[in-house]
């Protein structure tokens, strides 16, 4: 039996766009001789479809558009097409009004469905809002097969693997009782760092327990600010991983099931086999167990995986993912929402740099705008690295100096201004007039804007709402400040091989970007670390902050100053207002500023710092 | 028996504040002889915590601070208070972390805890985020008399009320078959319009179904986008309203049980009577049962109700009570962020005339400073418009003419821009200029800037991001622009009486301010309908689309010129990505813009006008 893997991206709520990507899925999955075509969660949908699964007319045209498919599709085929269906009892029952299913087409009908089990609500997950669980697992059969159906979160209550148990049910022991030959999962599972190791590892370990082996299909693309890295994969009885698709790219794949052997064919010696640690990105990249990985934010490996996994790697770890994650975020969020050039205001920083060479990257050197807006507070190298800059990556250049109108708002402001002393406020209006240039510049030729600010600004507010926060798009906002430097190093040490990027002679991101003391220039001899602790203690208290919801107390514990953990604990808890009208930004950790970060601002934070 | 309610507006996270508030409740309550205080859901933490709930520290702190208020009360005094409280068993079966509980204080130990078993997941709420279900509901004594423990959502699943189920369980059918004499319910419901009377129609048909009297503590007071308009209540056996506390401000009061009767005691001709239709406002205002009332969104009563509530109201409804509303959601917003003034752009139109109104009601003319910028295309009415409005409310202005900047961004500009004509780039610079120089007010002299854009152009986004969208708090965006007109007439014709706001003389919003067409007033001769259908048209489309999730074939249907439908439509999905980065704005009505409304913004919207 041959089964074939569709990772696809579909658009949100194209759903003649996304039955067109399955429909052509199917036939070269027929060309390819394969009995049954596995898709994507909400293939149909695209993943998350949020609060459009709330508008009935929705889900209607789902429901027509799922029965136009069944009858395009080749008829021997077996489709499994992921999509919201109606709960016929909500009412009746008081359950939720619909199910995440995945739904088997074949012979022009829908022929089984399959409802989601474990509906997860944390972080960016809200599929109690719309979904009612699915009670039961359950198989269809292709020949004497019997192929257990699961989606997503399904798989990932593997309580002996995470050393504890998120959800009552398990669906895979469920499966394994039904004697299931083997398990297919429809997934939309979102990037973050070393989170490919994760799914791997939990499901080697998943089959191994079962005896059953595994079929992961995983959405790939960039929705807004989630990104999906694709990265499906197979693994067989024995936990070996047998097939790995592309990372951060659609991907097509058919396997081989042997009937007799009851186990997936291929890996070890031969031709499709990949290592654990090559999970498709090309670049040799080691993957592996980080500390803080999985689809839950505090899960935590307790079991030995050396066997199957490849623990080690070299620090900086991550810097190819995140490119890869972070260029895909952005062509897709260019693509989907219909612009094809972009826009970015280029300070002669570290921020700015690396966003236009992943923008560069993303959508071609040709479709990006560098602005240059120097004041007479910026630098002379600042213009010139930033021109520097340009020259490497090939883009186009527009220089607006902002002197004029810094002295104009100086003078519209002079009478209520008087007698008090340069400060916030000064400092922001200049970055905010080069917001308002930037957006002209957008609004007049149609270019998304992009906006440049770091995680670890982003989280002590050291930014200016409607200054250098405008943006359509903040690229690098879940990226702190000192993995900003590891990326422009691991750049321009030749880490990405692109036709697009590639500086054989010279660096990339010029040197003296990387060297010079960050500031933002918006007062004379301003650097940052006048307002801030050094990259490398900050990034290392907020990510103990924001990511591993550590303590006031166990940060000190851990090593930080009193002093300093209590002031930017202070200044993360009073920039929320800052962070709720930020752009959409790209999720590349367990814990984002975002649609999964759902703080109060009106608040009082006095219990962090006060006990 | 005494039962005292304390009606309590708590800042989320000041658990030693809001202690405070418990702790001074409980001493009125002994002093009126009271046996058991009631107070709000999460009162203790103050509700929405949100991912407040996510920081261990924070759990850990409201327990201790429990156990420090238990020794702190009255001994003798029964005090429910309502907290997150852990649940010890959530790794070993899979549930969450946490219970959404309501703790018996007596004695100075905690004496019983009842978990909320109904978690809302719709809207604004996300209850299924961080806690898991209670399985049962319970009682406790006091004396003889057994009183039902239920939190807000427990006592929302009255199926014959609103005509079907939304959840499985109804905790008030297992308090009935418990036997007991009494229920009372720890709330935190927000406000929407005609809220107040939904919730005692349908608490009045439960007392009349179970045969059992319901005390109903709701909390009052702004938090974030969310009001919550206090207006507790009882109702006796009969289903007859008793007693009803103070909308919109903290109220107390002490209720009698007499256990003979088996009844509340008060109403009908007692001094506590109420009719239904006077729940506190104080100006006379009708309230009643209006088609999209209810927690649920989607809910519709179809019970005949009117023989316990009056149906009847004048159009306009519900003025005085959103007028109430949002003085309130300003106060608080203010207040708990720690500001004591605001500034506000004065463009002469309505949108910032009622804006100014409300904010001088809400913190006193003396703390609001309305700044005047106009430009070459303001016409000369706009500034005596403005200047007319800031004396009749005695508020400071500031006048800013932003001509000199409009020049100087042409000129930084004209290269760039040459050879282009005139269009939405230079009509956003104008708007950004105003949002500039209103953040440089506000960060110079510390006061929160109001933005003043109304609901009907945040749905077609007719508003300029970083531009008049600037604000700390977006005072009317979930007002619709005939809402806008009907509130200012209200307020003119004498509707709110204060010391703050009287003019017996003249109107206090100008006339002409009413009169004149609307308009941005961004280019010459500008008028809002050059680009928009005519308000009252346009706002009973959005009414359709948005809260009721009406198809664009049903809109049609109802009468709307096709063409205009699909441009509506077209323009609210086109225009995600400002509502994306607004202001958290005060929410009136059942569908709002902000945390209960998740839309991607890269998606495809054709299924909703190519079908």
Redesign the interface.
């Known amino acids: 039996m041959k089964i074939a893997i569709a990772q696809l991206n579909p658009?949100?709520?194209?759903?003649?766009?996304n039955s067109n990507l399955i429909l052509e899925a199917a036939k070269q999955a027929q060309i390819e001789g394969a009995n049954l075509l596995l898709t994507p969660e909400l293939s149909l949908l695209?993943y998350?479809?949020?609060?459009?699964l709330?508008?009935?007319?929705?889900i209607a045209?789902a429901t027509a558009h799922l029965e136009q498919l069944a009858q395009a599709l080749p008829p021997e085929l077996a489709v499994i097409v992921g999509t919201a269906v109606p709960n016929a009892d909500a009412?009746?029952?008081?359950?939720k009004l619909l199910f995440n299913s995945a739904v088997l087409l074949q012979n022009g009908a829908v022929q089984q469905v399959f409802h989601k089990r474990l509906l997860p609500?944390?972080d960016v997950f809200?599929e109690?809002?719309y979904f009612e669980p699915g009670q039961n697992s359950n198989y269809f059969t292709i020949g004497e097969v019997k192929i257990g159906v699961t989606i997503c979160e399904d798989l990932w209550?593997n309580?002996e693997f995470w050393g504890?148990?998120?959800?009552?049910?398990d669906p895979i022991s469920d499966l394994t009782k039904l004697g299931v030959d083997l398990v297919v999962n429809l997934s939309a599972s979102p990037y973050s760092v070393g989170k490919r190791g994760v799914r791997s590892a939990m499901l080697q370990h998943s089959a191994i327990r079962s005896g059953i082996p595994i079929i992961y299909a995983n959405q790939v693309g960039?929705?807004?600010d989630i990104i999906f890295d694709g990265s499906s994969f197979a693994v067989n009885r024995q936990g070996n991983l047998i097939r790995v698709l592309a990372s951060f790219e659609t991907d097509f794949a058919v396997l081989e099931y042997d009937e007799n052997k009851q186990d997936l064919m291929g890996g070890g010696n031969g031709q499709d086999a990949r290592s654990t640690t090559d999970l498709g990105l090309g670049e040799g990249q080691k993957l592996g167990l980080i500390g803080s990985g999985g689809n839950r934010q505090d899960a935590r490996s307790t079991t030995d995986l050396s066997s199957t996994t490849d623990l080690s790697f070299e620090p900086p770890f991550g810097d190819a993912e995140i490119w890869a994650a972070l260029v895909l975020g952005v062509r897709?969020?260019v693509r989907?929402?219909g612009f094809s050039k972009v826009v970015l205001g280029l300070s002669g920083g570290i921020d700015s740099a690396l966003v236009a060479a992943i923008a560069s990257c993303a959508i071609g050197p040709e479709n990006v705008l560098g602005v240059l807006m120097p004041s007479p507070y910026s630098s002379d190298h600042s213009v010139n690295d930033a021109l520097e800059l340009a020259r490497n990556l090939g883009i186009a250049i527009?220089m607006?100096?902002?002197g004029?109108?810094m002295k104009?708002?100086d003078?519209?402001?002079g009478d209520?201004?008087l007698n008090?002393t340069f400060?916030?406020?000064?400092e922001?209006?200049q970055s905010?007039?080069r917001?308002?240039?930037l957006?002209?510049?957008s609004?007049?030729f149609g270019h998304l804007l992009l906006s440049t600010g770091n995680k670890s600004e982003m989280s002590v507010g050291y930014c200016t709402?409607?200054g250098d926060m405008?943006g359509?798009l903040a690229v690098i906002s879940d990226v702190p400040k000192t993995r900003v430097y590891s990326l422009c190093r691991w750049l321009n040490a030749g880490g990405y091989v692109g036709a697009v990027l590639s500086s054989p002679d010279s660096a990339i991101i010029p040197v003296n970007i990387i060297n010079k003391a960050p500031s933002a220039e918006l007062k004379p001899g301003q650097v940052d670390q006048d307002s801030l602790p050094a990259y490398d203690v900050l990034d290392d208290i907020l990510q103990r902050l924001i990511e591993h919801?550590e303590?006031?107390?166990q940060i000190i514990a851990a090593g930080h100053d009193e002093a300093v953990v209590k002031r930017v604990v202070k200044l993360v808890r009073q920039s929320e207002?800052k962070r709720?009208?930020?752009?959409?930004g790209l999720k590349i950790s367990d814990r984002a500023f975002g649609?999964g970060?759902?703080?109060?601002?009106?608040?009082?934070?006095?219990?962090?710092t006060h006990?």
């Open positions: 658009t949100i709520g194209d759903i003649c766009g695209g998350p479809p949020r609060d459009l709330m508008n009935p007319s929705f045209i009412v009746k029952l008081g359950e609500t944390y809200d109690d809002r209550n309580e504890k148990r998120s959800y009552a049910g960039g929705n807004d897709d969020y989907k929402c527009e607006l100096p902002i004029d109108l104009t708002y003078r519209t402001l209520l201004f008090t400060g916030i406020a000064e922001n209006i905010r007039i917001g308002n240039l957006m002209a510049i609004n007049k709402l409607y405008n359509g919801h303590s006031v107390q207002f709720r009208q930020a752009a959409p649609t970060w759902r703080m109060p601002i009106a608040k009082s934070s006095s219990y962090e006990h």
